[in-house]
């Protein structure tokens, strides 16, 4: 987030710690089948077990890593070739009434055109009213790559992955594991906090974090508050990032408008995969959606089967 002020001049350097310990979420952790409510409390949410630093067992960590790694990999592919609606809700909150007094919204179908390429189409945008902060490239940078965090087996390498422990959370039972970037490169954000990996299927079932770096350069104060993500099982097979709440107070300076309290949710609904539509080719041309003749005498054999294809199955 940027501040909306004539002059952006510094913005403070204290943030919220950028190695979290404690989740700031909402007090009933939804996993599958659980409803997550809005309401905020930065406590350690119910459901949660003690952490035990113990070692695994019949297992070892380095396994442990290159496994989810793997798993992650294949859902990153896989997720390629779904659709889904994401939502977002960015809210500034008054201090002083703990109202929203400024919101940006947007709703976007992300879809597949008929050559297979995806697509984004937004489908709600109200008019934005935020007044103290504007989104910023970042923001969306942050939306696409970074809240549905991904921790494949081509990207362990740009992070240090150490393992914290072992943790019982609603129904599941979960590795934990604290994840920093080992190095900063120019121009390029990155995940830094916690992630907790699903014992039995070697996948993250729940982030917690923030963006780093934080652009705290006089006139470029560019902020981002820390967030939770939670995942869920959609197919059957893989996990899938479902809902994002970020709150803080992102600390500008004076000149840059002060403090803001910020509270963003971000939901991605509607899962569901792409399948290609099926084309009928005959002598060069494309007949998918001809309509069979009249004349039942005038077809061959060859045009019998074809009339018994299965119908082209729409993307959905």
């Given amino acids: 987030m940027k501040p909306l002020s004539p002059i952006r001049i510094a913005a403070s350097a204290s943030l919220l710690a950028l190695f979290l310990l404690q989740l700031s ?19 350690e ?31 990153s592919k896989a997720r390629e070739n779904y ?30 055109n008929k050559d297979g390429k995806r697509e984004e189409h937004v489908v709600f945008a109200p ?10 490239p970042v923001d969306f940078d942050e939306i696409e790559h970074r809240l549905p965090f991904i921790l494949t087996t081509e990207d362990q390498p740009k992070y240090k992955v150490d393992y914290l422990g072992r ?8 590795y934990v594991f604290a994840v920093a970037p080992k190095t900063i490169e120019k121009n390029k954000h990155y995940f830094q906090g916690k992630v907790w990996v699903d014992q039995q299927d070697y996948q993250i ?15 470029h104060e560019d902020l981002q508050p820390p967030f939770t993500t939670y995942y869920e099982q959609v197919d059957g097979k893989y996990w899938f990032p479902t809902y994002t709440k970020a709150e803080g107070v992102l600390h500008f300076s004076f000149d840059a408008g002060g403090d803001v309290h910020m509270r963003n949710i971000v939901k991605f609904t509607d899962y569901k995969q792409f399948h290609a539509t099926s084309r009928i080719i005959y002598n060069g041309q494309d007949i998918t959606n001809n309509k069979a003749p009249d004349d039942k005498n005038n077809k061959s054999p060859n045009d019998q089967n074809k009339n018994k294809q299965p119908p082209a199955t729409p993307p959905q």
């Avoid at 009933?28 to 406590?43: K, N």
């Avoid at 630093?53 to 019949?58: E, L, Q, Y």
């Avoid at 079932?205 to 006139?219: C, E, S, Y």
């Fill in 127 to 136: 008019q934005n009213t935020l007044q103290r902060v504007m989104m910023s």
């Fill in 167 to 174: 943790q019982h959370v609603d129904e599941l039972e979960t």
């Fill in 205 to 219: 079932v729940l982030i917690n974090g923030m963006t780093v770096p934080q652009d705290t350069r006089k006139g």
């Fill in 83 to 112: 659709t889904y609606r994401q939502s977002v809700k960015v809210d500034t909150i008054a201090e002083d009434t703990n109202r929203v007094d400024g919101e940006y919204q947007q709703v976007t179908d992300i879809t597949f």
């Fill in 45 to 75: 949410p119910a459901g949660f077990g003690p952490l035990d630093p113990t070692p695994p067992a019949g297992i070892t960590v380095d396994e442990i890593i290159k496994k989810f790694g793997e798993r992650e990999s294949l859902f």
């Fill in 25 to 43: 979420a909402t007090p009933a952790i939804a996993f599958a089948g659980v409803a997550i409510p809005d309401g905020a409390a930065a406590q």
